[in-house]
């Protein structure tokens, strides 16, 4: 391989990597937009009083958060690790804070 390809191909890989990541990080920004409208209009309960009845009832510590729309109804996805080491992934209700569906990985 000549020289210059050679340099070439690691600035493809991290441009290439630069562009998932901004796709991604817009994504994420969607989300945010998105969910804050649904709170503005009334049609979900704030995060963070969502986020308090999981880490209560859940006991652990959230690592993730997605906001989305599911089978027409606004959910956000949590991803947990728990105070004994699992993880636990929540599918929560947006508009009344239910748990809806919950997932768990065990070591």
């Not at 290439?16 to 709170?39: F, K």
């Not at 009083?49 to 089978?71: A, S």
């Amino acid at each position: 391989m000549k020289p210059y390809r050679r340099s070439i191909v690691p600035l493809a890989l991290a441009l290439g990597i630069l562009g998932v990541a901004g796709a991604l990080h817009a994504d994420e920004r969607g989300d945010h937009d998105r969910a804050r409208q649904a709170l503005q209009q009334g049609q979900v309960l704030p995060l963070r009083q969502v986020l308090d009845k999981v880490e209560r009832e859940y006991q652990g510590q959230v690592l993730k958060i997605e906001f989305e729309r599911d089978d027409g109804r606004y959910v956000y996805d949590i991803r947990l690790l728990q105070k004994d080491g699992r993880m636990a992934k929540l599918k929560v209700d947006a508009v009344d804070g239910r748990v809806l569906k919950i997932k768990r990985k065990e070591d």
